[in-house]
T-cell receptor
């Protein structure tokens, strides 16, 4: 039981490049989310999904796309990387229903030059 | 949307003393309030949570109190130890909004010998 697995752990991109951050969970959780963490700003929700085929925007969705074709996977795509997207990205998952705790992955540290 | 404010941003206590971190929230519909601990370079980990039908919850040296009328909740750590040093985040989630946790900006707790 690996929990929430994120790859890669570190990535450096040039402005304008695109890439996909991978997230997979093996706990059969319905809900999955992507957050970004910047110094002094806590964690901010980018996109979330309440089940396969269903996604919605969070607080800071611009510049990012997501899809949820399976229960296990929830990739985050940067369409055209910008220096403002330099951050640590965390994927999280939880069971459906109210008030279930979120389980976080180890994060991806992304730098955009 | 929900807004969560967290204070203080940094807190230094001596080993064995108590530490208190306070959060306020804006959405009266919020009913789930988790607290996360994040060590340097690691993932946020849930340490305790409270639901709106409860005023206080304890787990060994950690306790959380909730005042729904005043819309604030607090984390109390007693008999602090060096391994309690970390960044602590509060969060709030309104009913029916799936994974939409809103986080505070974090408190860096330093426990000195």
């Amino acid at each position: 039981n690996a929990g929430v697995t994120q790859t890669p752990k570190f990535q450096v991109l040039k402005t304008g490049q695109s890439m996909t951050l991978q997230c997979a969970q093996d706990m059969n959780h319905e809900y999955m989310s992507w957050y970004r963490q910047d110094p002094g700003m806590g964690l901010r929700l980018i996109h979330y999904s309440v089940g396969a085929g269903i996604t919605d925007q969070g607080e800071v969705p611009n510049g990012y796309n997501v899809s949820r074709s399976t229960t296990e996977d929830f990739p985050l795509r940067l369409l055209s990387a910008a220096p403002s997207q330099t951050s640590v990205y965390f994927c999280a998952s939880r069971l459906g229903g109210f008030n279930q705790p979120q389980h976080f992955g180890d994060g991806t540290r992304l730098s955009i030059l | 949307g929900e807004n969560v404010e967290q204070h203080p941003s940094t807190l230094s206590v001596q080993e064995g003393d108590s530490a208190v971190i306070k959060c306020t929230y804006s959405d009266s519909a919020s009913n789930y309030f988790p607290w996360y601990k994040q060590e340097l370079g690691k993932r946020p980990q849930l340490i305790i949570d409270i639901r709106s039908n409860v005023g206080e919850k304890k787990d060994q040296r950690i306790a959380v109190t909730l005042n729904k009328t005043a819309k604030h909740f607090s984390l109390h750590i007693t008999e602090t130890q060096p391994e309690d040093s970390a960044v602590y985040f509060c969060a709030a989630s309104p009913t029916g909004t799936a994974s939409k946790l809103t986080f505070g900006t974090g408190t860096r707790l330093q426990v000195t010998l």
